[in-house]
C-alpha cells in the first residue's frame, strides 16, 4: 500500500470519527431538551436550572418575556414547592438539531405539545398547548447544556374551549411572586390564528435555501 493509500485511509477514518462524534452529540442534546420537558412536569425548578450553561449570556423566553443571565434564569424557575393539583406536560416532538462545525455550539427546533392543569382560587383549570421550541445548546467540557430557549406558543387553550374558539387563556400562574422584577418584552411571539411562522434555524435541506 502507498503512502497516498494510507493517507486516503486516515482521511476517511477521521471523516467518519467526526460523523460519529456529530450523532453522540445529536443524541445528547436529544436526551437534553427530553431531561428539560420531564423536570416540567411538576416544576422542579432545581433540576432545570442545572441543566443550563454556566455563561453569562444564557437567556430563557416561553411566552412571559426574555429572562437573562444566571439570575433570570433562577428568578424564572426557581418557585418552590407546587402544589399536587399542578400539572406541566410539554412533550418535545419532531426534533431537528444541528451542531455547528465547532461542535461545541448547536441549534434545535422541536414541536412542544400537552396539557396543563394550574390550580387557582381553590380551582384547577385545564388547559391544552402548543408552540414551537428553537433552543441554543452549547458544549462545556464534555456536557451539552441549555444556552437559549425560547417558545413561541401557538394556542394555550382551555380544555373546555379549544384552541379555535380560545386560542390563548389567562394563564392563573399564582405560584409567580407579584413583586418580582419585569422581565424584557419578547420579540416574536403571534400566536394562531395569526398565520405567523416562527423562523427556522436551518435551511430547506434538500434545496438549501
Known sequence: ?????????????EKLEARLR????????????????YYLEHWEGQQVVELFSNGPDVSVDIGK???????????????????????????????????DRDGKTAKGRWYGFGCYA?????????????????????????????KKVYFS???????ADGWVKTPMTKIPFDLRPKDEPKPDPSPFNK???????FPYHYKNPVSGK
Open 1 to 13: 500500500m502507498t503512502i497516498e493509500e494510507l493517507e486516503a485511509k486516515l482521511k476517511n477514518l
Open 22 to 37: 456529530t450523532l453522540e452529540d445529536i443524541e445528547e442534546i436529544n436526551k437534553l431538551q427530553r431531561a428539560y420537558s
Open 65 to 99: 418575556g426574555v429572562y437573562r443571565g444566571q439570575a433570570g434564569i433562577r428568578q424564572f424557575f426557581l418557585l418552590g414547592k407546587v402544589p399536587p393539583e399542578f400539572l406541566h406536560v410539554l412533550m418535545p416532538i419532531s426534533g431537528i438539531v444541528h451542531v
Open 118 to 146: 394550574f390550580p387557582s382560587g381553590g380551582q384547577v383549570q385545564a388547559l391544552l398547548a402548543s408552540g414551537i421550541w428553537e433552543n441554543e445548546y452549547i458544549k462545556e467540557g464534555d456536557k451539552w447544556k441549555l
Open 153 to 159: 406558543r401557538t394556542f394555550t387553550s382551555s380544555y
Open 191 to 197: 400566536p394562531y390564528p395569526s398565520g405567523t411562522i
